[in-house]
């Protein structure tokens, strides 16, 4: 069973670091592009960082370049994503997905369940 399993989330206050988790089951997720994604309340999912899956090559959203950062460990079969400096407008749902090209949203084929980040201030 193809399977995407997130953790790491939790309250932050600004300025602080979280380090999300996705783990990979059923399938190799060093076959595929990866990414992570996040939805704020009212807002559309949006594509914060990314991995080709042709060239390997780095995307992130203008919103968390330079305090975001994620990378994936072929041995664990696991994808990760290093949130330094957060902010408030940080908070939101995020979603692990594999299966899919850059940061199109629309074009991955395989989610996790999302995990909640929330500004504590």
């Known amino acids: 069973q193809v399977q995407l399993v997130e953790s790491g989330g939790g309250l932050v206050q600004p300025g602080g670091s979280l380090r999300l988790s996705c783990a990979a089951s059923?399938?190799?997720?060093?076959?595929?592009?990866v990414g992570w994604f996040r939805q704020a309340p009212g807002k559309e999912r949006e594509g914060i960082a990314c991995?080709?899956?042709?060239?390997?090559?780095?995307t992130y959203a203008d919103t968390v370049k330079g305090r975001f950062t994620i990378s994936r460990d072929h041995t664990k079969n696991s994808m990760f994503l290093q949130m330094d400096s957060l902010k408030p407008e940080d908070s939101g749902v995020y979603y692990c997905?594999?299966?899919?090209?850059?940061?199109?949203?629309?074009?991955?084929?395989?989610w996790g369940q999302g995990t909640q980040v929330t500004d504590s201030s």
């Open positions: 991995i080709s899956y042709s060239d390997g090559s780095i």
């Open positions: 059923g399938f190799t997720l060093s076959y595929y592009g």
């Open positions: 997905a594999a299966g899919g090209f850059y940061c199109q949203s629309d074009s991955y084929n395989y």
